[in-house]
Structures are given as structure tokens and as C-alpha cells.
């Protein structure tokens, strides 16, 4: 399967705790990207790569928010002192370097932070 | 900034009754549109998209046409099937192609035998 991969796809941990979360994306692709999904809400975008370089990241990315993309193929994202309201399904997707053409999604890692 | 602006749901629908999902989006210049779909415990797919005004794009059935003038990108099919139960999102492209994809809310259907 060539398809966007995560890993894990759910992670349960303890307010307070890091955890890390991987995308592996479609070989070929040069932009990842990195969204979180609510309950009942479109994905928020929270950061992107073209190739190693981080292009953008959005407000909703706080200060305990950091993503790598290192060598330009799979990337990490990586929430420290986690809160509650950071449950949420974290979707990373790909695409190649062009307006029209679409993302590719993975089916997500869902977190819950207890 | 972009934004897109879809009508809440859920909607819930006969088998074979026409389905109009409302998307309405605003952007400078002449963004990308997609519709994407998410089927319960599976990621989002790509349905389908249109890149320039008065393009429609299709798919399973499903068709969106990108109107420019009333920047809208309706989603409609004429016959529904139990099958096409799933989250329906809208999104866009900014022109400029260096932005990423923003969403809409999403729109749940339910088509019932």
C-alpha cells in the first residue's frame, strides 16, 4: 500500500505527558501537512513541510506543539505537557507542489488525554 | 483569510431522494475546490474538485460545479444510495497554490432503505 500512513492510530496518555505521533507519506509527495479533526468539525490545518522546510503553522499550533519533517520524507509531531483539549484526531496528509492538486489523507491518530 | 461555509447537517434522506449539499467559500482569486468524503472509520477521500470557474467535477455519481459568481460549490446527486452515508466536507485551495486545504464543518448524511 502506497497510501499516507500513521502511526499509532490511537494513543491514550496522562495530562502532562509527551507523546509523539509519525506520518510516513506518499513517496513521491513533497508537502505534508498536519490537521487536527474535533467531534462534529472540519480538520483545523496546524502546520506544513515543503520537502525538510516548514512553510507555515497556524495559530492553533502552540508553543508545546513541534513538528519535523527531516529529511524531507516522514515527519513527527509532538505535543508536550498534554492537556485535555488536546483530544483529537490528528491527520497528516500529502500532496505534490501544485493549487489544484488534491491531499492525500491518513486515517489519523486519535488521542485522548485522561 | 479563505474560509469555507457549508450548511449543517445532519440530513437525513430516502433511499433514491435527491441530495443538495450547500458549500459557499470565500477567497481572493481563483481558488481549487474539493469535496471530500469520510465514511464512518475510514480517512477522508478525495470525491471530487474543480479548478476554474463554471468547471464541474464528478464522481460516484456526485456532481459540484464551481460557480464564481456566486461563490458557490454545491454538492448534489440525483438518486441516493445507504452506501453514500459519510461526512461530506468542502474545501478549498488558495490561488496562489502555497496554502493548504481549509475546510469546512462538515455535513453528515444519513440515506435510510
Known amino acids: 500500500d502506497t497510501g499516507v500512513s500513521q502511526d499509532p492510530r490511537h494513543k491514550i496518555t496522562k495530562r502532562g505527558q509527551n507523546v509523539t505521533f509519525r506520518c510516513d507519506p506518499i513517496?513521491?509527495?513533497?508537502?505534508l501537512y498536519w490537521y487536527r479533526q474535533t467531534l462534529g468539525q472540519g480538520p483545523e490545518f496546524l502546520t506544513y513541510?515543503?520537502?525538510?522546510?516548514?512553510?507555515?503553522k497556524s495559530r492553533l499550533l502552540s508553543d508545546r506543539f513541534s513538528a519535523e519533517r527531516p529529511k524531507g520524507s516522514f515527519s513527527t509531531l509532538e505535543i508536550q505537557r498534554t492537556e485535555q483539549g488536546d483530544s483529537a484526531m490528528y491527520l497528516c496528509a500529502s500532496s505534490l507542489e501544485s493549487r489544484s492538486t488534491e491531499a492525500f489523507f491518513g486515517q489519523g491518530t486519535r488521542l485522548t488525554v485522561v | 483569510g479563505n474560509s469555507v461555509t457549508q450548511m449543517e447537517g445532519p440530513v437525513t434522506l430516502s433511499e433514491e431522494a435527491f441530495l443538495t449539499i450547500n458549500c459557499t467559500y470565500t477567497a481572493t482569486g481563483y481558488p481549487s475546490l474539493f469535496w471530500y468524503v469520510q465514511y464512518p472509520g475510514e480517512g477522508l477521500q478525495l470525491l471530487l474538485k474543480?479548478?476554474?470557474?463554471?468547471d464541474k467535477g464528478s464522481n460516484k455519481g456526485f456532481e459540484a460545479t464551481y460557480r464564481k459568481e456566486t461563490t458557490s460549490f454545491h454538492l448534489e446527486k440525483g438518486s441516493v444510495q445507504v452506501s453514500d452515508s459519510a461526512v461530506y466536507f468542502c474545501a478549498l485551495r488558495g490561488s496562489s497554490g502555497n496554502t493548504p486545504l481549509v475546510f469546512g464543518k462538515g455535513t453528515r448524511l444519513s440515506v435510510i432503505a
Open positions: 474543480a479548478t476554474k470557474a463554471d
Open positions: 513517496s513521491e509527495h513533497n508537502r
Open positions: 513541510f515543503q520537502n525538510e522546510a516548514q512553510l507555515e
